[in-house]
Every structure is written in C-alpha cells, then in structure tokens.
C-alpha cells in the first residue's frame, strides 16, 4: 500500500472513529456487544428489546458482562503495549 493509501486508510479510520464516538452509549455499547458476540446489531439491537421483562433483565445484564470484559480485555492489552515501549 502507498503513502496514499495509507493517508486514506488512516482518515477513514479517523472517520469512523468519530462517528462511533458520536453515538449514544446504548447504541454503541450494542455495537460491542454484537461484534464480541459474532453476531449482527440487527440481531443484538432484537435481543435487547425483547418485551419479555425476564429476558429484556438477562440481555441487558449479559450485554453490561460482555462489555466489561471487552474493556478489561482492550485495557489489558494497552498495558502490555505500553509495558513492551518502555
């Protein structure tokens, strides 16, 4: 890939970074939740508006678990980069 093709892959990658920030955290939150799961937001966004309060309760306890263990997962490997640096 050339000096351009980096510089465009770069802004995209700003681009999309800006967007995801921009959402609100129950959509973005959502968004984790179905790429750690392998699944697709349509998919994740049914399960989290299920109207049965039982498993509307489960999804969005296990969405809040699943969550959780993608920060410690993405905060885990900051530190390990940041421990390689110094």
Known sequence: MGQ????????????????????????????????????????????AENIDPEVHEYVNKLIEDVIADVDQNESGRRRAGEAEIH
């Open 4 to 47: 351009d093709g980096w510089q465009e892959l770069a802004e995209s990658k700003r681009a999309e970074r800006e967007y995801f920030s921009s959402l609100p955290s129950e959509e973005r939150d959502l968004i984790r939740f179905a790429e750690a799961e392998n699944m697709s937001v349509e998919d994740a966004r049914r399960l």
